[in-house]
C-alpha cells in the first residue's frame, strides 16, 4: 500500500473542501440556517479527510521504521536460535502483522514457499507467521495435499490437461520389419477453479493485545475450516461442482466382504494391483476408525504388519508403506472404498495465484470487531489412472 499517495489525496480533497468551506461562508444568497448545516457537513467531511491522512503517515513512518530495523538486523543471529530473515528474504510474519495492525489492506502468499517462523523472527506478538499456520493445519488435517503435485496458474479459467488411461506397448522388431505402433491411452480432463474461503474475527482488543498470539489461534481455525472441505473435494468430490477426488477416481482392485474381514493377503493383493514404478511412491489411506483393525493384522509367521514411526514426524508404515488417515475415507456399505493405495502424486492440485489474507475494519465496525478472511480458489483431479487402486466391501 502506497501510503504516500493516499495521505496525499485525502490532503488534496481536504483543501478542495476548505475552498467550498469559504465559498459557502461568503454566499450572501444563504440563510444563515442553510450556511450551518453546509458548513456542519463540510466540517466533518474535512476531519475525517484530517484523520485518514495522519493515519497514512503515521503508518507509512511505521512501515518505514521497520523496514529499517530488518535492513540492520539483517544478519544477527539471536542465541540459542535460527538466523533472522536474510536481506531479500520474505517476511511472513512481519507482512500479517502489518495486516492485523491495518497497515496493509491484504497478502498473497504461494503455497509452495509457506515456512514457519520462529520465536526469533516473529517476535512477542505472533510466534509463527499467519499463512504457514494456516498451510500446516491443512497439511496437518490431511497429508494428502502436501504429497500430490501443484500446479499453480496465473487466472481461473477451465484448464485441459491430458489424462493418461493406459500404456503403449513394446514389441520386438524383425530385421527389416516394421515397427508396430502402440500410443497409448490418453483422454482430458478440465480442471475449473473452485472459491473456498472463511471469515475470523477478533475484536480489537486482542488484536493489540501483544501478550497473546491471535494470529497463531485465528491462523489453526482458519486454516482447519478451509482444510476441512478443501480435502473433502479434492478427495472424494465427485466432480459435479466440485472437483474430482483421488478416492473417487480409483477403480476397485480387491474386495472384502467388510473392514473387519480385510486381511493381509488384501493388502498384499492391492499394493500389486498397481505397477511398480508407481509403488515406489505409494501410501495406503484410510479412515482413522478403520487403523485399528489394521493394527492387529499379522504375516505369515506371527510378525504384525504394522509399524509405528520410531521418528517424530514420520509415518507409521504396513507392509513397509506409509498408511495416512483421513475423516473423508467411509468405512462400510456397499461398494464402498474403504482404503486405497497409490502414487499421490500423480494427482493435480491447481491453485490459482495463491492463498489470500484479507484484513477488514470495517466488517465488524459497529462491535469494534475486525475480520480476517482466507481464500483459496482451485480444484483437482487424477492424471493417471493406472497410479491408485481400491480396496471395496460388500457391506
Same mark, same amino acid.
Given at each position: 500500500?502506497?501510503?504516500?499517495a493516499?495521505?496525499? !489525496?485525502?490532503?488534496?480533497?481536504?483543501?478542495?473542501?476548505?475552498?467550498?468551506?469559504r465559498?459557502?461562508? !461568503?454566499?450572501?444568497?444563504?440563510?444563515?440556517?442553510?450556511?450551518?448545516?453546509?458548513?456542519?457537513?463540510?466540517?466533518?467531511?474535512?476531519?475525517?479527510?484530517?484523520?485518514?491522512?495522519?493515519?497514512?503517515?503515521?503508518?507509512?513512518?511505521?512501515?518505514?521504521?521497520?523496514?529499517s @530495523?530488518?535492513?540492520?538486523?539483517?544478519?544477527?543471529?539471536?542465541?540459542g536460535?535460527?538466523p533472522?530473515?536474510?536481506?531479500?528474504?520474505?517476511?511472513?510474519?512481519?507482512?500479517?502483522?502489518?495486516?492485523?495492525?491495518?497497515?496493509?489492506?491484504?497478502?498473497? &502468499?504461494?503455497?509452495?514457499?509457506?515456512t514457519?517462523?520462529?520465536?526469533?523472527?516473529?517476535?512477542?506478538?505472533?510466534?509463527?507467521?499467519?499463512?504457514?499456520?494456516?498451510?500446516?493445519a491443512?497439511?496437518?488435517?490431511?497429508?494428502? &495435499?502436501?504429497?500430490?503435485?501443484?500446479?499453480t496458474?496465473?487466472?481461473?479459467?477451465?484448464?485441459?490437461?491430458?489424462?493418461?488411461?493406459?500404456?503403449?506397448?513394446?514389441?520386438?522388431?524383425?530385421?527389416?520389419?516394421?515397427?508396430?505402433?502402440?500410443?497409448?491411452?490418453?483422454?482430458k480432463?478440465?480442471?475449473?477453479?473452485?472459491?473456498?474461503?472463511?471469515?475470523?474475527?477478533?475484536?480489537?482488543?486482542?488484536?493489540d493485545?501483544?501478550?497473546?498470539?491471535?494470529?497463531?489461534?485465528?491462523?489453526?481455525?482458519?486454516?482447519?475450516?478451509?482444510?476441512d472441505?478443501?480435502?473433502?473435494?479434492?478427495?472424494?468430490?465427485?466432480?459435479?461442482?466440485k472437483p474430482?477426488?483421488?478416492?473417487?477416481?480409483?477403480?476397485?482392485?480387491?474386495?472384502?466382504?467388510?473392514?473387519?474381514?480385510?486381511?493381509t493377503?488384501?493388502?498384499?493383493? @492391492?499394493?500389486?494391483?498397481?505397477?511398480k514404478?508407481?509403488?515406489?511412491?505409494? /501410501?495406503?489411506?484410510?479412515s482413522?476408525?478403520?487403523?485399528?483393525?489394521?493394527?492387529?493384522?499379522?504375516?505369515?509367521?506371527?510378525?504384525?504388519?504394522?509399524?509405528?514411526?520410531?521418528?517424530?514426524?514420520?509415518?507409521?508404515?504396513?507392509?513397509?508403506?506409509?498408511?495416512?488417515?483421513?475423516?473423508?475415507v467411509v468405512?462400510?456399505?456397499?461398494?464402498?472404498?474403504?482404503l486405497?493405495?497409490?502414487?499421490?502424486?500423480?494427482y493435480?492440485?491447481?491453485?490459482v495465484?495463491?492463498?489470500?489474507?484479507?484484513?477488514?475494519?470495517?466488517?465488524?465496525?459497529?462491535r469494534?470487531?475486525?475480520?480476517?478472511k /482466507?481464500?483459496?480458489?482451485?480444484?483437482?483431479?487424477l &492424471?493417471?489412472? !493406472?497410479?491408485?487402486?481400491?480396496?471395496? /466391501?460388500?457391506?
Open positions: 500500500m502506497d501510503f504516500a493516499t495521505a496525499k !489525496a485525502a490532503l488534496e480533497k481536504r483543501a478542495n473542501l476548505v475552498t467550498d468551506l465559498s459557502v461562508e !461568503a454566499d450572501g444568497s444563504l440563510s444563515d440556517a442553510e450556511k450551518r448545516e453546509r458548513v456542519e457537513r463540510i466540517d466533518a467531511d474535512l476531519r475525517a479527510l484530517e484523520v485518514e491522512a495522519r493515519e497514512a503517515v503515521e503508518r507509512g513512518e511505521r512501515e518505514a521504521e521497520v523496514r @530495523l530488518a535492513a540492520r538486523a539483517g544478519g544477527l543471529v539471536v542465541p536460535g535460527a533472522e530473515a536474510r536481506q531479500g528474504e520474505r517476511d511472513e510474519a512481519a507482512e500479517l502483522r502489518a495486516v492485523a495492525r491495518g497497515e496493509l489492506p491484504g497478502v498473497d &502468499f504461494d503455497l509452495r514457499t509457506a514457519s517462523g520462529t520465536a526469533a523472527n516473529a517476535g512477542n506478538t505472533f510466534s509463527t507467521s499467519f499463512v504457514a499456520q494456516v498451510i500446516e491443512m497439511r496437518v488435517r490431511s497429508e494428502f &495435499f502436501s504429497k500430490a503435485r501443484t500446479l496458474t496465473g487466472s481461473g479459467e477451465t484448464l485441459e490437461y491430458p489424462v493418461k488411461n493406459g500404456r503403449p506397448s513394446a514389441a520386438q522388431v524383425a530385421e527389416n520389419s516394421a515397427y508396430s505402433k502402440s500410443d497409448g491411452s490418453w483422454s480432463t478440465n480442471i475449473g477453479a473452485y472459491k473456498y474461503g472463511v471469515i475470523v474475527e477478533a475484536t480489537q482488543e486482542i488484536v493485545d501483544s501478550q497473546l498470539d491471535i494470529l497463531g489461534i485465528l491462523a489453526e481455525d482458519a486454516g482447519e475450516a478451509v482444510a472441505k478443501v480435502m473433502a473435494d479434492l478427495l472424494v468430490g465427485n466432480g459435479s461442482g474430482f477426488g483421488w478416492i473417487t477416481r480409483a477403480t476397485g482392485a480387491v474386495n472384502a466382504a467388510n473392514m473387519a474381514g480385510v486381511t493377503d488384501n493388502l498384499i493383493d @492391492l499394493q500389486h494391483s498397481i505397477l514404478p508407481y509403488r515406489r511412491n505409494a /501410501v495406503f489411506m484410510t482413522d476408525t478403520a487403523i485399528q483393525g489394521l493394527r492387529k493384522l499379522k504375516d505369515t509367521t506371527g510378525n504384525y504388519i504394522w509399524q509405528p514411526a520410531l521418528t517424530a514426524g514420520a509415518p507409521d508404515t504396513i507392509l513397509g508403506t506409509p498408511i495416512m488417515t483421513d475423516p473423508n468405512t462400510s456399505g456397499a461398494g464402498a472404498k474403504v486405497v493405495y497409490g502414487d499421490p502424486s500423480k493435480l492440485i491447481r491453485q495465484k495463491s492463498l489470500r489474507v484479507v484484513r477488514s475494519d470495517e466488517y465488524g465496525f459497529d469494534d470487531v475486525v475480520a480476517f /482466507v481464500t483459496w480458489r482451485g480444484a483437482g483431479d &492424471f493417471d489412472l !493406472a497410479s491408485v487402486k481400491a480396496l471395496t /466391501v460388500t457391506a
